[in-house]
């Protein structure tokens, strides 16, 4: 601010119009005899839009400019002068001729590439970034008295965004706006715009570095042309080249706006102009076209609103090609060339079925175009029989593809649209792992291989049938998710299956064996077919359906021997390693020192919340029901309560056969209320042969009773002890089940994860959600799989802001609780959470932005809830930019060196205490996006859960959420 103040100090800004007037009212500017007023100014600069009107002279012979009468001498030299100046005329005259006699020689626009000094030059004349005069042979689109347009600044003492630039009252925004301004103003009032332009009016200013929203405004209504937006963006690039807003020259763009959609037609038509189709400027192999179009439409305002209208035209690669020839025609010396009959019948009858809102028969009659091997005539189809190009997509390069045709067998007639999606599929198989040779696929059909054999030209090399079935079941689901579904073109079953290159590719890794590879350093094999670390080896939990890793001794470091009990013995728990008496299990006494010999005890033969209570025999090693005999509510209770649930809704006895039953009992020495078992003893015979049923109410939340350890302290956590998140699952897709997001329980059929893990998918039957498997691609005995029935995603969710990042699952299966697989709960009010408070986020999310894979174990770590505003300043000025945006539906955790949540862990929750003393959990957060991973300083981005708690209990129907 001071060295703003101590320039205008020594430079005092010309503001605009002072200085115009201290020039024309300076005597040393003032021919000796003449006057000069404000009137014959106005003359010479009167402009009508962007063109510069000749001098009005009826009306200047009317003006108040008298001429004094002049000495002799000086009208001498006035002569020659006059002389001179004629003389220079006439040849400039005769110059003009020759040059427009040559250049009339050849009216075709010149292409991108033709050599220098070509005599095909273009209609419209290249315009110089400090003129916006356009030729007479311009096509007016519409006239407007403003524009709105946007830059950014990035150098210069006004390149650092302040917050106060958010509050025009302020000392910083008076500043700016002063001059920025000054500096727009100088620079378009001395421009041929001056004569029409009236001021400049800021929108807003954003960070990143110093974005500035602005609009143009003028004093009458100006014509506006196809290179109005670059010439007008000219203008500021080179008038802000030395001045204090040192600007990204690429960031200047103009929205041209046109409210009353006026059409003005082409001035002269015929005449070549530059295509602005934004669906066919890049995408045709011509750049100039002509108006009135073949659907009659007469300029670029009315061709864009029938593009408009027709929208699917262009997004079906299939025919797009044959819509630009007939939107935008192909211009040459002045005339357009039509496509042909031939071509317009093959687009009708491959693309036809896939246009459904658009009547192409009504739009276009094929008969009525001509047909003809002269390409002045018509356009023949580019792609007939096929077309090679040469490779320059590096990925398929690697697989020896030096030429590919099209189109490709996805319908797509160019080279740029296949390599989105050969990006998208490599982005997929490198995340998921979905398909080993995800890009051989993607290569093979959409940058098919030429063949180059003389009896059929140009022909592409198919994919095999199998290698296109093989990643279609594989792969396909993650494709809907990104919103970019199976292509329709795409026929797998069209394709031939043999093992000759020569007629398709990919036969023999489509059916090449399955491998068992060695075990790397530091694991061990399990069930023959997988890996384990070491350090999963006699750690308590199973991981080996054999049960192989915790039987066996452990003789590599860490040097620990598994706990073999003798026959008719019980292990407690990996970390005490004590052995008790079996018949010790279920007692209602806690003989280990967690209490693990009380936990899992108690079944309901639903396997549900309600049925025939059972309870662990360890002399029957068999659930037995329990005689109704003496049973009472509060018994109902203690069983409810011990396996999860909060109390019991109802009870009642119903016949059953058994070899043996428990009946009630007076409580053991040195036993707990809280456990049935305290009460019971095995009997062989029940009184009336009647035992108890019971209903349970709502689960208790939350809660982790299979966990033992406190955590000691996703990126930069630790590993998570297998029975520490009950509510936890993992979500996999396609046929061979591969992990890439997670979620939580929160009810018995229900699962809530985030909106971009479901995306666009439609059908839920490709997705599986598995619980009680902490270690994800193992065995465990407390592992429950279940299918979805429905997917719900918020209506209001953004896939390209991420805003409303949440979605719910609902289940076909119901959820059973146990002591490994429980809900989470949810927030208890509305209200956000305060800044600083310390939470947990879970997940198997990589452990960096160059990890190879999802972790294979469940990781935590803590991270405090951080100031909105400040997040927000820190993202939008990372280094890394990402095309999200955080809004009120959001909050920020972490942002410190190495802690985070990372790609893999989406869906999964962000859990907060509820209560410390009873280790009771709820969600805060879903894991929604962030800037990389553990970007340094910038926080990790989490759906804020508390805002949307009516949109969950609306949606499942359960009000006790």
């Not at 002068?81 to 004629?86: E, I, Q, T």
């Not at 520490?724 to 993992?730: H, S």
Request: aromatic fraction near 10%.
């Amino acid at each position: 601010m001071d060295r703003m103040q101590n320039k205008y100090k020594e430079d005092p800004p010309c503001f605009i119009g002072m200085c115009l007037k201290a020039c024309y009212e300076n005597p040393l500017f003032e021919e000796e005899g003449t006057v000069i007023n404000d009137t014959q100014t106005k003359l010479h600069r009167q402009t009508d839009g962007l063109r510069t009107k000749p001098y009005d002279l009826p009306n200047a012979a009317q003006t108040s400019v008298h001429y004094r009468p002049s000495k002799p001498k000086r009208r001498k030299g006035l002569y020659i002068l006059g002389l001179l100046l004629a003389l220079v005329a006439i040849i400039a005259i005769i110059t003009i001729i020759i040059v427009g006699q040559r250049d009339d020689s050849s009216t075709e626009p010149s292409k991108q590439g033709d050599k220098a000094g070509s005599s095909r030059e273009p209609s419209t004349p290249i315009v110089r970034p400090s003129t916006v005069r356009p030729t007479k042979e311009n096509v007016v689109w519409f006239q407007t008295n403003f524009i709105e347009g946007s830059l950014r600044i990035i150098q210069g003492p006004f390149s650092s965004y302040k917050d106060e630039y958010s509050d025009k009252s302020s000392t910083s925004y008076s500043l700016f706006s002063s001059s920025f301004t000054y500096q727009i103003n100088n620079i378009l009032t001395n421009s041929e715009l001056g004569a029409s332009f009236s001021h400049i009016e800021i929108l807003d200013i954003s960070s990143g570095s110093v974005l500035v929203h602005f609009i143009l405004h003028f004093r009458r209504n100006i014509d506006i042309y196809s290179t109005t937006s670059r010439n007008v963006a000219g203008l500021l690039i080179e008038g802000l080249s030395d001045s204090l807003f040192i600007i990204d020259k690429q960031s200047v763009t103009f929205q041209l706006k046109d409210p009353a959609l006026s059409v003005i037609t082409t001035s002269k038509p015929g005449v070549c102009v530059p295509v602005s189709s934004a669906n066919c400027m890049n995408f045709s192999s011509w750049d100039f076209t002509s108006y009135p179009n073949f659907l009659g439409h007469r300029s670029p305002v009315e061709e864009a609103a029938a593009e408009a209208a027709h929208e699917e035209l262009f997004q079906i690669s299939c025919g797009k090609d044959f819509w630009c020839a007939v939107f935008n025609p192909k211009c040459k010396r002045n005339k357009t060339v039509p496509p042909c009959r031939a071509y317009c019948k093959v687009v009708f009858s491959s693309c036809g079925a896939m246009y459904t809102q658009s009547n192409i028969s009504s739009l276009l009659n094929c008969d009525d175009l001509p047909d003809s091997d002269d390409p002045n005539v018509c356009f023949r189809d580019p792609f007939k029989p096929g077309k090679c190009f040469t490779n320059n997509e590096t990925r398929c390069q690697d697989l020896g593809y030096n030429k590919v045709a099209f189109p490709n067998f996805a319908g797509m007639r160019s080279p740029y649209q296949a390599q989105e999606l050969i990006h998208l599929m490599e982005m997929i198989g490198g995340a998921t792992k979905c398909y080993k040779y995800h890009l051989l696929f993607a290569c093979t059909s959409l940058m098919p291989k030429c063949s180059g054999t003389g009896l059929v030209p140009y022909h592409a090399i198919p994919p095999c049938r199998s290698l296109c079935n093989a990643f279609k079941s594989r792969c396909s689901i993650f494709m809907d998710i990104f919103w970019y579904p199976w292509p329709k073109e795409l026929y797998c079953d069209s394709f031939p299956d043999v093992d000759d290159p020569n007629i398709c590719l990919g036969y023999k890794t489509a059916h090449e064996p399955p491998t068992i590879e060695e075990c790397p350093a530091g694991e061990d094999r399990c069930d023959n077919t997988r890996c384990i670390p070491y350090a999963w080896k006699c750690d308590g939990f199973p991981d080996c359906q054999d049960g192989s890793d915790e039987k066996s001794i452990q003789t590599t470091l860490p040097l620990r021997k598994c706990v073999n009990c003798p026959a008719g013995m019980f292990r407690c728990s990996y970390e005490s390693a004590i052995c008790i008496e079996s018949s010790s299990r279920c007692d209602g006494v806690e003989d280990c020192p967690t209490a693990s010999d009380e936990r899992g005890c108690l079944k309901l033969d639903d396997g549900g919340r309600q049925g025939i209570v059972t309870m662990y025999s360890s002399s029957a090693n068999d659930q037995i029901p329990i005689c109704s005999i003496g049973w009472t509510k509060d018994k109902s209770d203690i069983v409810c309560s011990q396996m999860g649930y909060i109390d019991s809704t109802s009870q009642k006895y119903v016949n059953s056969v058994s070899n043996g039953y428990f009946s009630l009992t007076s409580a053991r020495n040195g036993s707990k209320p809280e456990y049935i078992g305290s009460q019971l003893k095995l009997t062989n015979t029940c009184v009336g042969g009647t035992v108890v049923s019971i209903s349970c109410g709502l689960p208790v939340c939350g809660t982790r009773p299979a966990y033992i350890h406190q955590s000691l302290r996703v990126v930069g956590g630790a590993i998570a002890d297998p029975n520490a998140f009950p509510w936890q699952v993992a979500i996999f897709g396609g046929a061979d089940h591969r992990y890439f997001c997670g979620g939580t329980i929160i009810a018995e059929n229900w699962v809530l994860t985030a909106a971009h893990c479901i995306g666009g998918l439609q059908n839920p039957n490709e997705l599986l959600i598995r619980a009680g498997q902490p270690r994800r691609d193992t065995y465990s005995p407390y592992l429950q799989e279940f299918h979805p029935a429905n997917l719900f995603v918020h209506k209001l969710y953004n896939s390209h802001t991420v805003d409303n990042d949440i979605a719910l699952i609902r289940l076909k299966e119901k959820v059973l609780y146990n002591d490994h697989v429980r809900p989470i709960c949810l927030p208890k009010t509305a209200k956000r959470l305060p800044v600083g408070t310390r939470c947990t986020v879970i997940g198997w999310g990589r452990q960096g932005d160059r990890a190879p894979d999802y972790e294979r174990q469940i990781r935590q770590v803590n991270l405090e809830v951080t100031d909105w505003k400040k997040c927000k300043h820190a993202i939008e000025n990372a280094e890394i930019q990402v095309p999200y945006q955080l809004t009120d539906h959001m909050f920020c955790a972490g942002g410190g060196l190495g802690h985070d949540s990372c790609a893999g862990d989406s869906g999964g929750p962000l859990l907060c205490s509820l209560d410390k003393s009873k280790d009771t959990w709820y969600e805060a957060g879903i894991v929604s996006w962030g800037v990389a991973c553990a970007y340094p300083n910038v926080p990790g981005v989490y759906t804020n859960l508390p805002g949307y708690l009516d949109w969950i209990r609306n949606t499942t129907g359960l009000s006790y959420l």
